[in-house]
């Protein structure tokens, strides 16, 4: 079965440095990956996808994330943080013979002034 | 182009209560999924809808029903609610293949008492 892991509940950064938020992964075959980013009472918002090809993949607002196949990870990265970047974050996944995408228990990024 | 809209926004009911949600798509998408977010923690697939069928199912009881119409809109049904069915209901719409991401709604937060 497919699964995913974010180790971290919480990353706390200074504004203008950069972030990266952690995940794992866990699938039969090849993975489909995703980031989605929530703000407070709203719903999920993509921000990128690693389907195949390129292992580093550009999304919205400057994020980007690297596929490792040997490490199973999929980190999400921005080269210089916002304190607007300051929401909740879910990586997931799907194999290819899964419809169900399955979401890791989110990452609560928090950028300071 | 609106993007998926759910209805209710809020809503509070009382344990043995049934409760139905509905969810517009994001135009130009035929696949419907359903979501369970309780608080702290990421979503849960509740089950998929494709062509008016239910194409896939997480674990979650019987009581939890869905229907998806010929115009591409999905409503979710529960029956006999349990306190702990008290959550954020997200639909989220996207097109048929794997590979593609999901565009989710705002939620519907449900409170049982």
């Known amino acids: 079965a497919q699964s995913v892991a974010q180790p971290e509940d919480q990353v706390n950064v200074a504004e203008g440095n950069p972030l990266t938020v952690k995940c794992t992964y866990s699938?039969?075959?090849?993975?489909?990956l995703f980031w989605y980013v929530q703000y407070p009472n709203r719903g999920l918002q993509f921000l990128l996808k690693y389907i195949t090809g390129d292992n580093l993949v550009k999304g919205s607002y400057g994020f980007e994330a690297e596929f490792n196949k040997s490490q199973t990870s999929f980190h999400l990265k921005k080269p210089s943080a916002l304190v607007s970047d300051s929401a909740l974050y879910f990586c997931?996944?799907?194999?290819?013979?899964?419809?169900?995408?399955?979401f890791g228990a989110g990452t609560r990024l928090t950028v300071k002034p | 182009d609106a993007g998926v809209t759910q209805s209710p926004t809020h809503l509070i009911k009382t344990r043995g209560q049934q409760v139905t949600l509905r969810c517009s798509p994001k135009s130009g998408h035929d696949t419907v999924s359903w979501y369970q977010q309780a608080l702290g923690q990421g979503p849960q697939f509740i089950f998929q809808?494709?062509?008016?069928?239910?194409?896939q199912r997480g674990n979650f009881p019987d009581r939890f029903s869905g229907h998806q119409f010929p115009n591409y809109s999905s409503e979710l049904n529960v029956n006999a609610l349990l306190l702990g069915d008290s959550a954020l209901y997200l639909c989220a719409s996207s097109l048929s293949e794997l590979t593609r991401e999901l565009f989710f709604g705002e939620g519907s937060r449900l409170t049982v008492l």
């Open positions: 809808y494709y062509e008016e069928e239910e194409r």
């Open positions: 997931a996944v799907r194999d290819m013979n899964n419809n169900d995408m399955r």
């Open positions: 699938v039969s075959g090849n993975p489909y």
